[in-house]
């Protein structure tokens, strides 16, 4: 059997430093219900800002069309974006940085945010494949060096991701699959029951 004390080296596995663009995926016995098992997008890690970014594999059971009025005719899918300011609503993209006006490069193919007018005049109208966007409520932020500690205390695996892996791969099994392309290691790990301690 496998338990916390066994994956003391878990940050040691990284194959990305912490920076915008990369992907943190939790280990294995986190308890943290917000980020049990979640695969989050960084689109900003600074000394001077700290860290922000976005969990890609937690769906809500709500659509974006019964949050808000202005995407009302848009049954989006709605994802939990991470515990910070539940009332905001931002979104990625693989458009292009200047399709919604104006967003922030993340990563190859990845962009973040842009003029929520456009957003709302592309999408109902139905120019743009839905598929090609992830909207999320709230974010995940860490302050300055939080992130850090929380790596060098092995919450964290940094890695990276392609924009086909954040759109394409099904949430529900996105952290074992992400998790498993790294080591066979890993992807004996990911096989494990949530608490391995019940087997």
């Known amino acids: 059997m496998i338990l916390e004390g066994d994956w003391a080296s878990f940050k040691a596995d990284s194959t990305r430093q912490l920076a915008g663009g990369s992907v943190l995926l939790a280990n294995p016995f986190m308890e943290d219900p917000n980020f049990r098992r979640s695969v989050v997008l960084l689109v900003e890690h600074s000394d001077e800002h700290g860290s922000m970014g976005f969990i890609i594999n937690k769906p809500l059971e709500v659509r974006l069309s019964e949050i808000t009025l202005e995407f009302s005719a848009l049954p989006a899918p709605l994802f939990f974006g991470g515990p910070v300011q539940l009332d905001t609503l931002h979104f990625i993209h693989r458009l292009g940085a200047t399709y919604f006006g104006e967003s922030l490069v993340v990563k190859d193919d990845v962009y973040w945010g842009g003029d929520i007018q456009t957003l709302q005049e592309r999408t109902v109208s139905g120019e743009v494949d839905i598929t090609c966007i992830r909207f999320f409520v709230g974010y995940s932020g860490w302050s300055k060096t ?23 791969y099904p949430p529900a099994t996105m952290w074992q699959e992400i998790l498993k392309s790294i080591s066979d290691r890993h992807a ?12």
């Open 146 to 168: 939080q992130l850090d500690w929380e790596f060098e205390n092995n919450s964290w695996i940094v890695t990276d991701v392609t924009a086909e892996q954040i759109f394409d």
């Open 188 to 199: 004996f790990i990911a096989n494990l029951p949530e608490n391995p301690r019940s087997n």
